[in-house]
T-cell receptor, first 112, second 115 residues
Framework: QKEVEQDPGPLSVPEGAIVSLNCTYS??????FMWYRQYSRKGPELLMYTYSSGNKEDGRFTAQVDKSSKYISLFIRDSQPSDSATYLC????????????FGKGTMLLVSP | EPEVTQTPSHQVTQMGQEVILRCVPI?????FYWYRQILGQKVEFLVSFYNNEISEKSEIFDDQFSVERPDGSNFTLKIRSTKLEDSAMYFC?????????????FGSGTRLTVV
């Protein structure tokens, strides 16, 4: 079983839609959960960072972590064409200078 | 906003040649990392570096790879004898003390093409 699984998409939505992106994982040691956005030929850019279970909101973005189900989600409200990118989930077991385990990424396309 | 700078943006090399990928981390960061992403695949951890030594390395990071912080500002990844399968995007990242997993800043990457 792969450590972190993420549907590669592409996921196509119209502008203004609510987008739901998800990852599942198998390693119960993961405690830190991140969502990155990656534009073509660019490095990952941190969007959301969550420790343990729960919700976190930042503007149009909401991250949810359900450790009991080993399932994390990123919701994007009022999606914009500029949100079109690949979204990567990443996880780590420890906080300080920890290594990240990434999902494969979901490509999101928001059409005007 | 502070950035992690990587050079070159694209490097083409012949199989068997040595390459050095260069990174300038954010100036007050203490932890440094290399990751790579083969086209269509996941971003994969290669190595972490702290206090002038390797903290952790993955199975990918074999004897063909080495890292160095030669002058207090640059952080380099050397591949001694490149193989076709080393073709990938290589990302450098850095983080500050206490920032943990959420404090990574990634560079824009170097696309390495081995022919």
């Amino acid at each position: 079983q792969k450590e972190v699984e993420q549907d590669p998409g592409p996921l196509s939505v119209p502008e203004g839609a609510i987008v739901s992106l998800n990852c599942t994982y198998s390693n119960s040691a993961f405690q830190y959960f991140m969502w990155y956005r990656q534009y073509s030929r660019k490095g990952p850019e941190l969007l959301m960072y969550t420790y343990s279970s729960g919700n976190k909101e930042d503007g149009r973005f909401t991250a949810q972590v359900d450790k009991s189900s080993k399932y994390i989600s990123l919701f994007i409200r009022d999606s914009q064409p500029s949100d079109s990118a690949t979204y990567l989930c990443a996880m780590s077991a420890s906080g300080e200078y920890s290594t990240l385990t990434f999902g494969k990424g979901t490509m999101l396309l928001v059409s005007p | 906003e502070p950035e992690v700078t990587q050079t070159p943006s694209h490097q083409v090399t012949q199989m068997g040649q040595e390459v050095i990928l260069r990174c300038v981390p954010i100036s007050n960061h203490l932890y440094f990392y290399w990751y790579r992403q083969i086209l269509g695949q996941k971003v994969e951890f290669l190595v972490s570096f702290y206090n002038n030594e390797i903290s952790e390395k993955s199975e990918i990071f074999d004897d063909q790879f080495s890292v160095e912080r030669p002058d207090g500002s640059n952080f380099t990844l050397k591949i001694r004898s490149t193989k076709l399968e080393d073709s990938a995007m290589y990302f450098c990242a850095s983080s500050a003390l206490g920032q943990g997993a959420g404090g990574y800043t990634f560079g824009s990457g170097t696309r390495l093409t081995v022919v």
